[in-house]
């Protein structure tokens, strides 16, 4: 029975490991991957979330105001007044009165509109491009993130095919070095010949060993990128594919940087006249309805006694003087900034131009290494060929 249970209890930790294993086939599965679980896209994202709240908060912010309030107020000791004698009829004297009740109701209904009011107009307009910034700009972490999601699952193929190769040279030098060494021993060759022969093994063992912890490297950051814990598997089904071709003629989409520049442009833009709105005179309209009861007894929600309405409309006009010079400073700093965001946006463009470019030679420059470097692996198998056949 004992036995019977350990290998179910195996089993479940064998699928438990099998599911954690996470497997990639492809460069665009490792994308898919990161695009739900990288946190710099996770934070932009949210970023954006929360923006395009922001822009319905300030649209909400040009909605009429509605409240109600209600309170209740218990005078334990009613306010003494003193009332001028002459009222009753006898002039140059004074009486003490106490006037009002115990018990005050009083409940209100209020409602306000701004009918001008143009810094709430441009801060819906700040808001709405900064939502446009926050999109553009979790599209440009999207490109960045892939492009060194792509870098490190490319190192890693890169590294496991020189290990591969690393492996392969270094079984040929081994038997190179065994032929020479028999040789030597044989009186055959030189000692220098065996050191020549040690020492290309030696070397193909370097570079097998640092092709192994490069890869091992690689992947550790391929999982910080994916947002996976060290202890967390990882298993790359892919092998570097050298049949990859360019379209002659195809022209790089727009940068994403370029985008997000551009949105922050839109949004100095906007931050600028928004503090230029500052100067403006804003004018609301205002309605308030107050009904009062007052009762000298503790009898809440009766009409023992009756309610006293108050009902007003108002127009309120304000237009700010003097402020010591605040709105004045924030304009000056808005248009600084609005400057400042135009000149990055041009040269953000001109170096995107360039970066496609050099994107393109350094391709170019890689398929024709690529073929150079294929003759070169080619002649030296050859010529460790050629060695061993010399010394047999």
Not at 40 to 62: D, F, N, P, V, W
Not at 234 to 245: F, T, Y
Request: charge should be neutral; glycine fraction near 4%; proline fraction near 2%.
């Amino acid at each position: 029975m004992t036995k019977i249970f350990l290998k179910i209890l195996v089993l479940i930790l064998v699928s438990e490991a099998c599911n954690a294993q996470v497997v990639f086939k492809s460069v665009e599965e490792v994308w898919g991957y990161a695009d739900t679980h990288n946190i710099s896209i996770r934070t932009a994202q949210y970023e954006a979330e929360k923006a395009s709240l922001s822009k319905m908060q300030a649209y909400g912010s040009m909605l009429p105001q509605v409240s109600i309030s209600g309170s209740y107020t218990d005078n334990t000791d009613i306010p003494t007044n003193i009332i001028d004698g002459s009222i009753f009829g006898a002039p140059g004297t004074y009486r003490v009165l106490k006037l009002g009740q115990q018990f005050v109701y009083t409940g209100s209904f209020n409602a306000q509109m701004d009918i001008l009011n143009l810094q709430n107009i441009f801060n819906a307009q700040v808001a709405k491009r900064t939502e446009e910034m926050n999109r553009a700009s979790l599209a440009n972490i999207k490109k960045t993130t892939c492009q060194q999601v792509a870098t490190q699952f490319y190192s890693y193929l890169l590294m496991l095919e020189a290990a591969r190769l690393a492996g392969e040279s270094e079984s040929t030098a081994d038997s190179v070095y065994q032929s020479v060494n028999n040789k030597f021993k044989e009186g055959a060759v030189s000692e220098a010949n065996v050191d020549v022969a040690k020492l290309n093994m030696e070397r193909t063992k370097q570079t097998y060993i640092t092709a192994q912890y490069q890869m091992l490297t690689a992947k550790n950051n391929l999982k910080a990128l994916l947002g996976m814990s060290l202890k967390d598997s990882l298993d790359i089904q892919s092998v570097l594919q050298e049949n990859l071709a360019s379209e002659e003629g195809k022209t790089f989409q727009e940068d994403p940087a370029v985008k997000f520049a551009y949105a922050q442009v839109r949004m100095a833009q906007s931050q600028y006249r928004a503090a230029n709105g500052a100067f403006a005179p804003t004018l609301s309209i205002v309605y308030n309805n107050t009904s009062t009861q007052y009762d000298s007894i503790y009898r809440p929600g009766t009409n023992a006694v009756p309610w006293f309405p108050a009902t007003f409309w108002s127009l309120r006009a304000n237009l700010p003087i003097f402020t010591g010079g605040t709105r004045y400073y924030q304009s000056r700093k808005n248009k600084i900034n609005y400057l400042e965001s135009k000149e990055q946006f041009e040269n953000t463009q001109k170096q995107s131009a360039i970066n496609d470019e050099n994107v393109r030679l350094s391709y170019m420059r890689s398929q024709a290494v690529l073929e150079k470097a294929k003759n070169v692996m080619e002649l030296g198998f050859d010529n460790y060929i050629h060695v061993s056949y010399k010394y047999e």
